[in-house]
């Protein structure tokens, strides 16, 4: 069964950082595409942030230039460095894996970040 398990939230004060990590087993994750999806109360789950196998990066406009994600292949793991973080990132924040045939998609089960004082 394929698990991906987040882990590094938490409460953080505005303008804090916090990095994410999501350990993937069980699928051939060099093959497959990760992303970070967050979903606010009230609000629809929105993507955060992707790589592709290869590399290539794409990020939400809210996020763009404060978050990073990048790629362990080797520990089978995708992260989330999360700078300047505001309130209005507050949410659970979801790691997914989706296959290079778009046939198998994959979803960890949240972990909580709030940014608050």
């Known amino acids: 069964q394929v698990q991906l398990v987040e882990s590094g939230g938490g409460l953080v004060q505005p303008g804090g950082s916090l990095r994410l990590s999501c350990a993937a087993s069980?699928?051939?994750?060099?093959?497959?595409?990760m992303g970070w999806y967050r979903q606010a109360p009230g609000k629809q789950r929105e993507l955060v942030a992707a790589?592709?196998?290869?590399?290539?990066?794409n990020y939400a406009d809210s996020v763009k230039g404060r978050f990073t994600i990048s790629r362990d292949n080797a520990k089978n793991t995708v992260y989330l460095q999360m700078n300047s973080l505001k309130p209005e990132d507050t949410a659970v924040y979801y790691c997914n894996a989706n296959s290079p045939s778009g046939r198998n998609n994959y979803w960890g089960q949240g972990t909580q970040v709030t940014v608050s004082s």
């Open positions: 069980r699928i051939i994750f060099s093959l497959y595409a």
């Open positions: 790589v592709t196998s290869g590399g290539s990066t």
